[in-house]
């Protein structure tokens, strides 16, 4: 007899990995009210991919102006400033001539040239776009990326690790933050129009230009030139965030400039030769939810790679028409000036480095001291505090972690066959999401009367771990537990026991921005077996028994899903220190975010039983959470081990045995 599995033949997580090659699409909502909902999220996860979610405290910019030269037309200042402390912003203000404004203002980040923001040759020129923009009446403002030209505090091709990514350090968060300090410094100047500012870059550069306008509202028209794409989405660490277009792509984050202008650059030449047809309407779908498609324009040039003199000046008319309200169809000429040397537009020169001035591994250093700082601010001491704790928290977790399926969605199973044992019923299956490429093998044992409640168990070895003779007899917990009315749920979460196997990492660079990590997949797969044994059971609350290694996976998921009401955590004497997560919890962001004293707190108000604990868990931060919650009764903590008739007593009764 034909049976119909509506699960795929194997967990595709395991064999199609996304990647920065990988032909994308973006489809938008049907409704404005869809499409802000789902922009609100995306702002969040970008923050939070980016390490900026909470916010880092911002320092005071000390800017200094270290050389000016007047030109015809316009002046020339050499500048830098602190992002953050000891680390520098540097490059260039360029001022027009004459009134002191206030005048509108132009960022220029300025993409991989090999000069960087001093690059000028025909195929793009930064110097050429800011002397003509001032000359315009604007102020425009060129930076370097870390590791170019003057900014040597940082390698650009090379900075980042493992340990980096689970603070929420990168190159590419680096970069946006320093975007986002580069609007306040140039909210600073008396002669700059607040209301006014402006962002264009090509390559590199468009990727920070629309980046920074998805989630800076004080960016009020933009120009990505030769980035947006639908089949190449960056291809440097600059470009490449953790987690970042994890269910999203450069069509979608460019999409957040809605309903301001936005001017789509391309060319005939790069990976940009289908904007006109493919990229530009997909976007445009967005605008016109907003009745705004006059905001909307794109322009192809009939070139490679670039940002020549036709780009510059089909940039020069977008912006005079939106900033300068210039006449529609006015194109203002590329004018030909002559250029500084280089090296006269340094703003900071061997020997001249400030003081404070950090390197990488101060730069680390600092970045985790104050993250540390920021949680242990942050941690809730009352009601207030844990309502405000959560909503961050919250979104920090959905975002590096994830929760599958979709919004009022069920989850999906096929069975292979039961048989009754002693104590009930067990059949064996297969559980995922319809279209979401999940595989999860589980076991399900009922006990022989009528169920009294039900219990997921999550081992590291999987499912055989939990019974004998080949899976049909289960082993003294699982009887325990089926003796004492509850249905038991045992899954191989995402690579362990049946689901074991291999997964290509290696094949294509920045894994972690396209794809989840094998534990984030691991804590995904526990909701996932969680939200079908509320369904399949007929009990609204789940218990959770998270054994050895499974125990912080376990609890990662009770920071995440409310309908585990109880759950006895076996937190393996997990260390608090990076090597920790790195080789065993290695999800980027996750000690940024607080990472298993975060999962203890926003699993208030559940019953939580941990044990086996060690330093990774803040006791006295997980307990205030709990009493904030007005629930410490529901918390029991202890160093030992807990035995079987604790964890059985714990599953079924609660803490009010």
């Known amino acids: 007899m034909y049976s119909y599995d509506p699960l795929p033949p194997v967990d595709r997580r395991r064999t199609e990995i996304r990647h920065l090659d990988l032909p994308c ?79 509108p203002a132009i960022l220029n980040p300025h993409g991989h040239w090999r000069e960087g923001r001093v690059n000028h040759e025909p195929d793009g020129s930064i110097p050429a776009r800011c002397i003509n923009f001032a000359r315009q009446g604007y102020v425009a403002f060129a930076w370097s990326m870390a590791g170019y030209n003057d ?61 920074l306008t998805a989630v800076d509202d004080r960016v009020k028209a933009a120009a990505p030139v030769n980035m947006v794409s639908a089949h190449m989405q960056g291809g440097c660490i600059c470009e490449n965030g953790p987690n970042l277009r994890i269910d999203t792509n450069n069509l979608e984050i460019a999409a957040l400039a809605a309903p301001r202008p936005l001017l789509l650059v391309s060319a005939t030449g790069d990976w940009t030769v289908n904007t006109p047809v493919l990229e530009y309407p997909a976007i445009r779908s967005v605008y016109a939810l907003y009745g705004a498609e006059d905001c909307l324009a794109e322009m192809q040039i009939d070139a490679g790679h670039n940002y020549n003199a036709a780009s510059r000046e089909a940039v020069y008319a977008w912006f005079g028409k939106w900033m300068l309200q210039s006449e529609d169809g006015e194109r203002p000429a590329d004018r030909p000036f002559e250029p500084e040397a280089p090296e006269s537009m340094m703003a900071i020169t061997p020997g001249s480095e400030p003081e404070n001035r950090v390197d ?97 168990v999550v081992h590291p070895d999987g499912r055989i771990a939990l019974t004998a003779n080949g899976g049909t007899v289960p082993v003294n917990l699982i009887q325990q537990l089926t003796g004492r009315g509850m249905t038991v749920l045992a899954a191989d979460v995402f690579m362990t026991g049946e689901a074991e196997g291999e997964m290509d990492m290696l094949s294509h660079a920045y894994h972690t921005t396209y794809n989840r990590t094998v534990i984030a997949n691991r804590v995904r797969d526990i909701i996932t077996a969680v939200s079908f044994l509320r369904r399949h059971s007929g009990f609204s609350s789940i218990c959770l028994v998270g054994i050895g290694s499974a125990g912080p ?89 807990a035995d079987i008739r604790q964890v059985v007593d714990w599953a079924v009764e609660g803490p009010g045995r």
């Open 151 to 211: 900014s040597t505090q940082l390698a650009h091709r090379t900075f980042g690790d493992n340990r980096k990514l689970l603070w929420g350090l990168s190159l590419m968060g680096l970069q946006l933050w320093n975007g986002m300090r580069s609007i306040d410094f140039l909210q600073s100047l008396p002669d700059v129009d607040n209301s006014r500012i402006a962002c264009t870059g090509a390559s590199g550069g468009g990727t920070q230009t629309f980046m």
């Open 360 to 456: 990488e591994e101060g730069l680390t250093f600092d970045w985790i001291d104050r993250a540390r700082r920021q949680l242990r601010r942050m941690k809730p001491v009352d009601a207030k505090t844990l309502r405000r704790y959560r909503q961050v928290m919250s979104a920090g977790f959905r975002s590096a972690i994830g929760t599958p399926g979709r919004p009022g969605q069920d989850p999906v199973e096929t069975w292979q066959g039961s048989h009754k044992t002693g104590s009930g019923t067990v059949r064996r299956g297969y559980i995922g999401w319809r279209d979401g490429g999940e595989r999860v093998p589980v076991t399900e044992f009922r006990p022989a009367g009528d169920a009294r409640g039900a219990v997921l």
């Open 553 to 641: 996976w376990s609890l990662l998921a009770c920071g995440l899903c409310p309908q585990i009401a109880r759950a006895v955590i076996d937190l393996d004497r997990f260390d608090d220190d990076d090597q920790a997560y790195e080789e065993k919890l290695f999800i980027p962001l996750l000690r940024r975010l607080g990472g298993l004293t975060t999962a203890a707190a926003l699993a208030t108000p559940a019953d939580l039983y941990l044990h086996n604990t060690g330093p990774a868990l803040d006791p006295d931060g997980t307990e205030d959470a709990y009493r904030a919650a007005g629930a410490t009764d529901r918390l029991r903590m202890q160093r030992e081990p």
């Open 25 to 103: 699409e973006f489809i938008a909502p049907a409704t404005k009210e869809a499409w802000e909902k789902r922009a609100r999220a995306l702002k969040e996860h970008i923050l939070v991919s980016m390490g900026l979610w909470p916010s880092p405290a911002k320092c005071p910019l000390n800017a200094r102006i270290t050389h000016r030269v007047e030109r015809d037309g316009y002046s020339i200042e050499n500048v830098h400033f602190e992002s953050l402390p000891g680390f520098y912003v540097t490059g260039n203000l360029y001022r027009p001539a004459g009134p002191d404004g206030p005048h």
